[in-house]
């Protein structure tokens, strides 16, 4: 099948759509346990690139799980589908010239490995939202942890699944050292050199 897929040879190119829109596009993944704080702080990184007028869309576990995920279950072979398909929107969202922030635990070192190849690495800025188990417990924001302790949630990440963390992701937050508005300027004044388009783009 994959051979009689021949590509067509689009006007528009990514370099195009980019210089359109005055910045570079890319993949922002947030990884890290139930509960660490990826999608609060994403939300915050959002609304500061926003406001700078940077083209941007939030992928996370609401508008995947439930839409084109969402014959997906927990097992460590569907999590491997859910973060490849993740991965490949987001390569769609980078060819859209749009920056593209995922929050996903994402667990799985070899599955971030994988999302790294799909996009490039040149594309890929890895957040690691370092939390304790302990203080995810503790929040236990969406009830997850109170069931799987409760043995209703099978594969729960770091009380029944392993949670493998980043040996060097591109940022690190410890959230329980920093607020919310700290860690997000943080990633924030990470990225803000890879926006800008190189002069002869
Ligand atoms: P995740 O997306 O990783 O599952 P959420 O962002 O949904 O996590 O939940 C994290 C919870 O932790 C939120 O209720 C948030 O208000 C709280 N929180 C407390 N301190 C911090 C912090 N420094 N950074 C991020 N979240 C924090």
């Given at each position: 099948m994959k051979e009689n897929i021949i590509p067509h040879d689009y006007q528009i190119s990514r370099k195009d759509r980019q210089s359109n829109n005055q910045h570079n596009s890319f993949l922002i993944w947030f990884t890290g346990l139930?509960?660490?704080g990826k999608s609060t702080i994403a939300n915050v990184v959002e609304q500061k690139l926003f406001e700078k007028g940077i083209k941007t869309y939030t992928l996370d576990g609401d508008n995947i799980r439930k839409g084109?995920?969402?014959?997906?279950?927990?097992a460590p072979e569907d999590r491997k589908e859910n973060i490849r398909r993740i991965a490949e929107i987001s390569n769609l969202m980078i060819d859209a010239g749009v920056v593209t922030l995922a929050a996903f635990v994402s667990p799985y070192k070899k599955d971030r490995l994988n999302i790294k190849s799909i996009v490039k690495d040149d594309n890929f800025v890895e957040i690691y939202v370092n939390t304790s188990v302990e203080e995810c417990e503790r929040r236990d924001t969406k009830g997850l942890y109170k069931k799987a302790r409760a043995g209703?949630?099978?594969?729960?990440?770091g009380i029944s699944a392993p949670y493998e963390a980043?040996?060097?992701?591109d940022v690190e937050i410890k959230t329980e050292g920093v607020s919310v508005e700290d860690a997000a300027n943080k990633i924030v004044e990470y990225i803000l050199p890879k926006l800008k388009l190189l002069s002869n783009e």
């Open positions: 139930s509960g660490s084109i995920n969402c014959d997906l279950t927990f209703e949630i099978k594969n729960m990440t980043p040996e060097n992701p």
